[in-house]
């Protein structure tokens, strides 16, 4: 169950799509659910721009996005609030609830409806750690739809660690990671371009507070690297969207925007920015960053498996993933100009490791292969 539908958005697309194409890998038979939620403002088109119940690009999107990625499988979209289905297996689904022995809810974006509730195994993918917590302490609805879900897994990898500051919810949560897809993103392009990149929102929603603790966005985390490109001969570009991006303060430091929908409204030209980038350079969401999270983006994991370099704020993922060549982590201007610098010098060596690391740790079939290990 993932987001495809209503979110047709190349970052997002490639983070649900690589569960499917890992399960693929590993030989199951798979089949893809989406539901509206009990909302009638669902579906996202970015053509338009606007949020409301119309299925009709989503669908098509889906459609031809597992045409070409070869996904035969059973799929459906469920309009809850007309009763509509919607999708290649609409027919089949509308008429007789299929039987599954696993439930995978990336994200949690999905509601689970009764029929759902007599699949033995249904688990839920927290890939916002912190953020997933606290609402889980404030929100009685969303407290009750992780309580739908009897295996719960946590992007946040040291949840379970004494250096970790995840609010406690009161759930069991294991550690996870974004599975992925490894030979769609092997290539043997030549490096084309000189800039350092990433795709990132500045505000996708408001900071949350738990205790007197805020926990920030990237807009938070911004300023230890706001003077970046005015201290270092790298050329930072980046492809931000979201509100209240500070647009003219940001050129005025060197900082080179992109529209963020030029990149992210096609999945391959989203993945060819990746490879034609010289490496990623990004900070993550204060609450990731202060929280000891272990966090670490699935979108730099796809910078990793095309043999890109990742310079990224740390998140305590230093703590289970080897980190100074390939990956590189800050907590401060200076070390971040220092990684730049290192990467710069030894470039081949950093792109040589990065898919070193990608094969270690972010292999989805070993990834998911382990998850429903720990499920039965």
Request: proline share 5%; charged share 25%.
């Amino acid at each position: 169950m993932g987001y495809l539908v209503r979110g047709p958005i190349a970052g997002m697309t490639w983070h649900h799509v690589q569960y499917l194409l890992s399960l693929k890998a590993l030989g199951h038979q798979i089949s893809y659910y989406e539901d509206s939620d009990d909302t009638p403002y669902a579906c996202y088109n970015p053509e338009t721009h606007i949020t409301d119940h119309d299925p009709t690009y989503g669908i098509n999107y889906v459609h031809h996005l597992f045409k070409r990625l070869n996904l035969e499988i059973k799929w459906a979209y469920f309009d809850a609030n007309f009763g509509k289905w919607y999708g290649k297996s609409a027919a089949e689904y509308s008429k007789s609830k299929p039987e599954f022995d696993i439930l995978i809810n990336v994200s949690g974006i999905n509601p689970i409806r009764e029929w759902m509730q007599h699949i033995p195994i249904r688990i839920f993918i927290d890939t916002d750690p912190v953020f997933t917590q606290v609402r889980n302490i404030q929100d009685s609805s969303r407290n009750t739809l992780v309580q739908n879900h009897n295996k719960l897994f946590s992007f946040g990898e040291n949840i379970h660690l004494d250096s970790s500051k995840i609010p406690d919810d009161g759930f069991k949560w294991k550690a996870t990671r974004q599975p992925i897809s490894l030979g769609f993103w092997k290539h043997d392009q030549p490096l084309n371009g000189d800039r350092f990149t990433s795709i990132m929102q500045w505000k996708s929603y408001a900071a949350v507070k738990n205790h007197g603790v805020s926990y920030g966005l990237k807009a938070e985390s911004f300023p230890i690297v706001d003077n970046i490109p005015l201290k270092s001969q790298s050329k930072i570009e980046i492809a931000v969207g979201g509100d209240g991006v500070p647009r003219k303060e940001l050129l005025n430091k060197n900082w080179v925007l992109v529209d963020p929908m030029e990149v992210s409204k096609d999945p391959w030209k989203y993945q060819s920015y990746i490879q034609q980038s010289k490496g990623e350079f990004t900070v993550a969401k204060q609450g990731y960053v202060i929280s000891n999270s272990g966090w670490f983006s699935e979108r730099s994991a796809c910078y990793l498996a095309s043999g890109r370099p990742v310079i990224t704020q740390e998140t305590g993922f230093s703590e289970w993933m080897e980190t100074g060549v390939g990956v590189l982590s800050f907590e401060s201007e200076e070390e971040a100009l220092a990684a730049l610098d290192k990467v710069n010098y030894d470039y081949n060596i950093h792109c040589k490791k990065a898919i070193e690391l990608a094969q270690e740790y972010f292999d989805g079939e070993k990834i998911l292969k382990q998850l429903i290990k720990e499920c039965i």
